[in-house]
């Protein structure tokens, strides 16, 4: 019983890796890339790690609780810092895109 | 099962390598590299379950760590100040 | 105080890493991890939070563990959106940059507000100014008024995060 | 949006805050558990000093030059690399042979445990010292001193002295 809800676990976690990644080659524009992949790949790698706490010695599952509460923390923050930084730099949004408050501050 | 998902992981690998090698500004490679040390932490995760050996998180979280420091410091590179400011 | 505080999360996360309560209890473990979580707290402990007497309210812990399931919920809700974005063959995006306005105002409160406006459906903080304004990256923009874009994306988290980090 | 702010923004600087620590006792833990696991004192020294690098970046170079100095990194360079030999030495005191294990060991067949070794844990301790502070002034050293050419011929300035024009 364990073990195959471990399984789904870590399939559905799988799934969501594969989607992120799918957007971050399929979406035009490194804010959208960048937003797709971090949610996806961080709830499918917590969805991973607890695939595993479920079905694991109790050494592996309290560090694997560990390293998800630093996933969960650190992968939002650096893709804030990357998105602040490609503003700074001058990197310009989609063509397509609706609104920019930030651009229209500066001026 | 398990091999359904260690061929997820390579494909998302491969997907991260594509947008590294053209990802047409620095930044789309920096997403890139982030998002491929991610999927690194999930093969450590695979093996532990595989192995039932703890010490395979040690390296999943000193992955973790260092890429997360390696985005720091190439957005704030991007940001156009240096490192000590 | 502070010093104190950090020495004892220190020490739970040391038991949590080196598990030592196993067949029998391994005490050299747990001397060595009580010095070294009193070292690492020593060397670190004035920087770790603004306003310690925060720590003793104990219906903060309440609130918080009320946090994480509306937390959880949008988190999933985020990835399907996402799903149906990415493998529709027309990519239904329309992206752009709003401002919201939020009423937090201690930094920790931000972080967190900030970290999970990242991990819900469509949103990413972008930039935060000093007066409480966060500038969001939508991924499909429906308003661009500051009101109507507040009211959808700050307030079902800030009703929650006021009671813990306020 | 005020440029002129030290370091990044508001939520690295309180992530960094409070990851900091932990960040540190992982380090630690993984020295000390270094002839149990995988690791030891080079990948513990470097995460010790992935710590401070992390805290540089965060805010600035003040904050962290104040907290451990150069004087102090070398200080504590010294002081792994002299703790080294003297434990290797030690062994030719007591039994005649260069870097032997004179710490009484329990049986290998036995359970492992944290002070089951000798002096492995000692040697891990001032590799990581050693690596740690090392590698923490090679990132100071490249980031603040820079080269600036006056009238044709390089001049080697630290932004320390500037500030203290």
């Known amino acids: 019983m364990r073990e195959i809800l471990s399984l789904i676990f870590m399939i559905v976690g799988g799934f969501f890796n594969l989607f992120g990644c799918i957007g971050l080659v399929r979406l035009p524009d490194i804010y959208n890339r960048l937003q797709a992949s971090t949610k996806c790949v961080t709830l499918g790698t917590c969805l991973t790690l607890l695939g595993m706490m479920i079905n694991g010695p109790l050494n592996s599952s309290l560090k694997g609780f560990l390293c998800a509460i630093f996933i969960l923390i650190t992968a939002p923050t650096a893709a804030h810092a990357l998105s602040r930084a490609s503003i700074k730099a001058g990197i310009n949004l989609w063509e397509k895109s609706v609104v920019n408050k930030l651009k229209e501050e500066e001026k | ?85 | 105080m502070k010093r104190g505080i950090l020495t004892f999360l220190l020490f739970i996360a040391w038991i949590f890493l080196t598990w030592p309560f196993g067949k029998e209890i391994d005490w050299q473990v747990l001397v060595v991890g009580f010095f070294i979580s009193i070292l690492s707290g020593y060397i670190f402990g004035e920087g770790f939070t603004e306003s310690p007497h925060k720590f003793f309210g104990f219906k903060r812990y309440l609130w918080a563990i009320a946090y994480i399931p509306v937390l959880i919920y949008w988190c999933i809700i985020a990835n399907l959106d996402v799903a149906y974005r990415v493998l529709h063959p027309n990519l239904p995006i329309r992206p752009g940059i709003v401002k919201v306005k939020t009423r937090l105002r201690s930094k920790s409160g931000l972080t967190v507000l900030a970290n999970s406006i990242t991990l819900t459906p469509g949103t990413m903080s972008v930039e935060i100014d000093s007066n409480g304004y966060l500038y969001i990256h939508w991924i499909y923009v429906k308003t661009d008024d500051i009101e109507k874009a507040t009211e959808m994306i700050v307030r079902k988290f800030e009703k929650i995060l006021e009671r813990i980090f306020e | 949006m005020n440029n002129n702010e030290k370091g990044m923004s508001i939520i690295v600087k309180t992530v960094t805050r409070w990851i900091k620590g932990f960040i540190f006792l992982f380090g630690l833990s993984i020295v000390l558990f270094g002839h149990l696991t995988p690791g030891g004192g080079f990948p513990g020294g470097v995460i010790f000093a992935a710590t401070f690098i992390l805290i540089t970046l965060a805010f600035g170079k003040e904050y962290v030059l104040k907290k451990i100095g150069k004087t102090l990194a070398s200080e504590l360079d010294s002081l792994g690399a002299l703790l080294f030999l003297i434990i290797a030495t030690l062994g030719i005191y007591f039994s005649g042979i260069f870097f032997s294990n004179f710490i009484e060991k329990t049986h290998p067949t036995g359970n492992f445990k944290l002070f089951s070794s000798g002096i492995i844990p000692l040697c891990n301790i001032s590799i990581g010292m050693k690596v740690g502070s090392c590698l923490f002034m090679i990132f100071i050293i490249v980031s603040v001193v820079r080269v600036i050419f006056e009238d044709g011929k390089g001049k080697l300035i630290t932004t320390e002295k500037k500030d203290k024009k």
């Open chain 2, 1 to 85: 099962m398990i091999t359904i998902l260690f061929i997820f992981l390579l494909i998302c690998s491969f997907l991260c390598l594509y947008r590294i090698s053209k990802g047409p500004s620095p930044g789309d490679r920096v997403v890139g590299i982030d998002i491929l040390g991610i999927i690194v932490v999930n093969f450590c995760t695979i093996i532990t379950y595989l192995t039932k050996v703890d010490f395979y998180m040690n390296i999943a979280l000193s992955w973790a760590l260092l890429s997360f420091i390696g985005t720091l410091a190439v957005s704030k590179f991007l940001e156009g100040k240096g490192f000590d400011e």
